[in-house]
Nanobody, 118 residues
């Protein structure tokens, strides 16, 4: 079982990024998947998740309207589009396999760094 994130980088305030999480070693469509972040000096923070069939999504309040989670089960890949980035979005972003959509994560990627700075 492996998760590999990509797509992070340095972006100016107001910019956009699309993060990807490539999954392998399991039936991707059978699992909820989540994005979790860790800002500098802070703990892990759940940001969004999506059901295996893409039929249900959830977001933490402060990202609603600016972040979009999606998935392509044929490619076993989870995505996250982030728009209107602000410096407070600077963090290491992880994707995680969520056993039941309940925040019980059993597999993590290595993370991809997003830095928002002018």
């Amino acid at each position: 079982v492996q998760l590999v994130e990509s797509g992070g980088g340095l972006v100016q305030p107001g910019g956009s990024l699309r993060l990807s999480c490539a999954a392998s070693g399991f039936t991707f469509s059978s699992y909820y998947m989540s994005w979790v972040r860790q800002a500098p000096g802070k703990g892990l923070e759940w940001v969004s998740d999506m059901a295996g069939d893409g039929g249900r999504t959830s977001y933490v309040d402060f990202v609603k309207g600016r972040f979009t989670i999606s998935r392509d089960n044929a490619k076993s890949t989870l995505y996250r589009q982030i728009n209107s980035l602000q410096p407070e979005a600077t963090a290491l972003y992880y994707c995680a396999r969520d056993l039941a959509g309940s925040g019980d994560y059993d597999c993590w990627g290595q993370g991809t760094q997003v830095t928002v700075s002018s």
